[in-house]
């Protein structure tokens, strides 16, 4: 199974702030890598697919970028709403795997 | 709008058999389109992708490692749903279950709402 490793595991930022959190994959996945939002009690949301593709309805604040390996999520200036865990996971091959998440705390 | 509902029992016993359904709107399962899938989230695993199904002139089934043999997913076409069995449940399989659209390559963005099932006597 291929192994998704984010990091830092949690984050602590202020309204306004730009921030960056990384997710690294035991082998190359090319670009399917796909980056998801959660709050407590909620289903995960789908913010980026495809390494760096915006889903629809989601705030252009948010970027994705990478391929291969090594990928990264960014927010440009973090918004009350933003404060949640995200999660990396890699679409090339069942089964379908999950980073641990960053938590991002204000 | 895509929505998924998901039903099913909050409380299993050991040894028992789980099931869960996920009802489809505003897309169809036997979508050439999509895939359907299973997905659970605990503490101590975090996210598992457990089984999908899909129709590409025919119906395909996949399954992970960790539950293969014991785990069935079922689609039904003339209720827009499909379901998730568990046989003989333990208390590692005590999660929040998943039931979640794929479509592209691999994008899953449409997540029922979950369901919190716990494994006890």
């Known amino acids: 199974d291929i192994e998704m490793t984010q990091s830092p595991s949690s984050l602590s930022a202020s309204v306004g702030d730009r921030v960056s959190m990384t997710c690294r994959a035991s082998?190359?996945?090319?670009?399917?890598l796909n980056w998801f939002q959660q709050k407590p009690g909620k289903a995960p949301k789908l913010l980026i697919f495809?390494?760096?593709s915006l889903q629809s309805g989601v705030p252009s604040r948010f970027s994705g970028s990478g391929s291969g390996t090594d990928f990264t999520l960014t927010i440009s200036s973090l918004q009350p709403e933003d404060f949640a865990t995200y999660y990396c996971?890699?679409?090339?091959?069942?089964?379908?795997?999950f980073g641990r998440g960053t938590n991002l705390e204000i | 709008q895509v929505l998924l509902q998901q039903s099913g029992p909050g409380l299993v016993k050991p040894s028992q058999t789980l099931a869960l359904t996920c009802a489809i709107s505003g897309d169809t399962v036997s979508s050439n389109g999509a895939s359907w899938n299973w997905i659970r989230q605990s503490p101590s695993r975090g996210f598992e992708w457990l089984a999908k199904?899909?129709?590409?002139?025919?119906?395909?089934?996949e399954y992970a490692d960790s539950v293969k043999g014991r785990t069935t997913i079922n689609p039904d076409t003339s209720k827009n749903q499909f379901s998730l069995q568990v046989n003989s449940v333990s208390p590692e399989d005590a999660a929040v279950y998943y039931c979640?659209?794929?479509?592209?390559?691999?994008?899953?963005?449409?997540w029922g709402q979950g369901i919190l099932v716990t494994v006890s006597s």
């Open positions: 979640v659209r794929l479509v592209g390559d691999g994008w899953l963005d449409h």
């Open positions: 495809a390494a760096s």
């Open positions: 199904t899909y129709y590409r002139s025919k119906w395909y089934y």
């Open positions: 082998q190359s996945i090319s670009t399917y």
């Open positions: 996971q890699q679409s090339v091959i069942t089964p379908y795997t």
